[in-house]
């Protein structure tokens, strides 16, 4: 199924920012929050440069989350570092722009590390939602 065609079975899951989620990867568990529309998706953007990320070792994971079929899915949709719109065909880019009206964005971290985080993916996630939620504040002053 392409992206244009899961738009339409998918549905926005009532997730609203800063409420947080915690799943199981391949390797650990991880701790996610939703952020705001305007906030860039990019983990590794300097926007987030001033946030205290060290009990949880840093930002590692950014993405989306949408329902298909009344489950939630987690997609990699346009996140950089990875991503090459250049390769792409316009139906892969509508398709992937279709997707991004039907999910909320999500940033989080892992907790695949030599040396475990401080915190676990829930205390972990509830942490960043607290850092997140003070620098929105500080965007909007």
């Known amino acids: 199924m392409d992206y244009l065609d899961m738009a339409n079975k998918s549905k926005k899951p009532a997730l609203k920012p800063f409420d947080t989620l915690t799943k199981f990867g391949p390797y650990s568990e991880n701790g996610y929050v939703i952020i705001p529309d305007n906030f860039p998706n990019d983990y590794t953007d300097d926007f987030y440069q001033d946030i205290d990320t060290e009990p949880v070792h840093g930002l590692s994971i950014s993405g989306y989350i949408s329902e298909l079929d ?67 504040k500080e965007e909007v002053e």
Request: aromatic share 8%; net charge negative.
């Open 70 to 136: 009344g489950e939630q899915i987690w997609l990699r949709l346009d996140q950089k570092p990875y991503f090459d719109d250049k390769e792409l065909s316009d139906y892969d880019l509508k398709g992937i722009e279709a997707m991004k009206q039907k999910s909320v964005k999500v940033i989080g971290f892992d907790d695949a590390h030599i040396t475990k985080n401080e915190m676990g993916a829930k205390e972990g996630a509830e942490y960043l939602a607290e850092q997140l939620q003070k620098l929105s």
